[in-house]
């Protein structure tokens, strides 16, 4: 099965990270890291002030788009203990989902989780820290953590009052 495309969206700006990397800022509210780091990043126009300027408007394939939105109507009412890669439960590793009206949210302490959604046709997301990871109810999933990675599963239902 073929991952669904990743849907596009225009930079708005950029900005540089802690590390002194270039981040793009999309329309949609994701950001993405954009790097001149050849041969598996060839993007020289990062480089220069002019080279990032002309590409405000441009479009980039935005992953985290594949993820659900969670209602705003959710609540958390559980809560895992933090897992990392030696410590994460065998069936976070493996495909599973969530009860039906059970949302989850993958938090991301430190490092990078990778969070595969398998009903999007096994289309890959790399949580960090600030970029959390939105699974929808009985949707099928798995996730992946890279060494040095720590975090959590809030699990959300709709709040009492709004069922």
């Not at 596009?8 to 949609?28: M, P, Q, Y």
């Not at 041969?39 to 985290?64: D, M, N, S, Y």
Request: charged share 25%.
């Amino acid at each position: 099965m073929t991952p669904d495309p990743a849907p596009n969206s225009a930079i708005r700006s950029f900005f540089e990270d802690s590390e002194g990397h270039w981040v793009a800022t999309l329309a949609c509210g994701h950001t993405q890291h954009v790097r001149h780091a050849p041969p598996r990043e060839v993007r020289p126009w990062v480089t220069t002030e002019e080279g990032r300027a002309a590409k405000i408007g441009a479009e980039l394939a935005c992953p985290f788009c594949l993820m659900p939105k969670l209602p705003d109507d959710v609540v958390e009412y559980k809560r895992t203990s933090a897992f990392d890669p030696s410590t994460v439960p065998a069936g976070l590793l493996k495909s599973h989902t969530t009860k039906g009206g059970t949302w989850g949210e993958i938090v991301v302490e430190a490092g990078h989780v990778v969070y595969v959604l398998e009903d999007r046709g096994g289309a890959s997301v790399v949580l960090r820290e600030g970029v959390n990871g939105i699974i929808a109810p009985e949707a099928p999933h798995h996730v992946d953590p890279r060494p040095g990675a720590r975090f959590f599963v809030r699990l959300l239902r709709a709040a009492e009052g709004a069922r």
